[in-house]
């Protein structure tokens, strides 16, 4: 740990000023996932070996300062903006209102916040702005290694919730594996809407599952209003009406034609966001509240002998 660190700690104790609080923020960049804040009260010129600005710092080792970090603050806490509250206020805000939460959950009050960056703006105790201030204050880099790693963890944790688009290796930074996931996946409700604002999304490729399921629905009557309606909880292959009735049909291709049972071909988790986009269809184009019915359309077409199988689950779940 560079003694420098120290420094502008050093000016303010000088100033008076006896306990100060460092605080970072991690996730202003990504397309996915919430901003999160650090807040962090060190013992006077502790030496922590190795404290830098976490993005100098490589991951086993923000994970070790982490961890010696957390053990041996005066205080410590870390603070939270949703991807709803960014997509509302922008990054800039929804990151002040991470840091203010930080700093609010302290057990101790601090004299003065040191922020990172160049703007302090609603915080309710004295604080001042360092350019910088995660490679200049051993207060602000302990605060930027709390905000990186818990904002990496959580990131882990929603790959396993919202599986393909590899979040536990990029972060829901827009990598090109991350950009080219959302194309085919499209984007989900860990999204951020105005950055994916700024990525062209193509428009969605034919697919012939869903050509020969529209084409299915059509003979059997049913009025197809919508192929790869896109929301920010996922996909709705095709969205059709008969009777007075919406369908919102979950079309699978299979490679043979044991079909499994509609709660096997699409999962909870699916199930969940396909019942919220179609709330947000209900809301968006039917004020008028049809009732929905959701089914799952099977297609296998055989290799050899050139047969067409569907099978056709109504009310699947």
Request: hydrophobic share 40%.
């Amino acid at each position: 740990m560079k003694d420098s660190l120290w420094e502008p700690e050093r000016a303010l104790w000088a100033e008076g000023y006896e306990t100060l609080c460092g605080l970072d923020e991690a996730g202003r960049g990504p397309l996915a996932g919430p901003v999160a804040a650090g807040a962090v009260i060190l013992p006077r010129e502790i030496v922590i070996e190795g404290l830098n600005d976490s993005k100098k710092c490589t991951e086993k080792r923000r994970e070790a300062l982490y961890e010696e970090i957390t053990q041996k603050a005066v205080a410590w806490a870390v603070g939270m903006a949703s991807v709803e509250e960014i997509d509302r206020l922008n990054i800039l805000n929804a990151s002040m209102l991470a840091m203010r939460r930080a700093a609010d959950g302290l057990t101790v009050t601090p004299d003065m916040l040191m922020v990172d960056g160049n703007i302090v703006r609603g915080f309710s105790l004295p604080a001042r702005a360092y350019i910088g201030g995660d490679g200049k204050s051993a207060s602000i880099a302990a605060a930027s290694i709390l905000a990186k790693v818990t904002r990496d963890r959580l990131m882990v944790e929603l790959d396993a919730e919202y599986p393909g688009y590899g979040l536990a290796r990029h972060k829901g930074y827009g990598t090109k594996a991350h950009r080219e996931a959302l194309k085919a996946l499209g984007p989900s409700e860990i999204h951020r809407n105005i950055y994916l604002r700024k990525i062209e999304m193509p428009a969605p490729q034919p697919d012939r599952g869903e050509d020969i399921a529209a084409g299915y629905l059509a003979d059997m009557g049913y009025e197809v209003l919508r192929r790869n309606y896109r929301t920010r909880h996922g996909v709705v292959d095709i969205i059709a009406a008969r009777d007075g009735v919406l369908i919102m049909a979950e079309v699978k291709r299979r490679k043979n034609d044991r079909f499994a049972e509609a709660r096997e071909a699409v999962d909870v988790r699916k199930q969940t966001r396909l019942r919220a986009a179609a709330a947000q269809f209900l809301a968006e184009e039917r004020p008028d509240e049809p009732p929905v019915r959701f089914d799952v359309i099977e297609i296998y077409e055989g290799m050899t002998d050139n047969a067409l199988r569907i099978h056709h689950s109504k009310n699947a779940f």
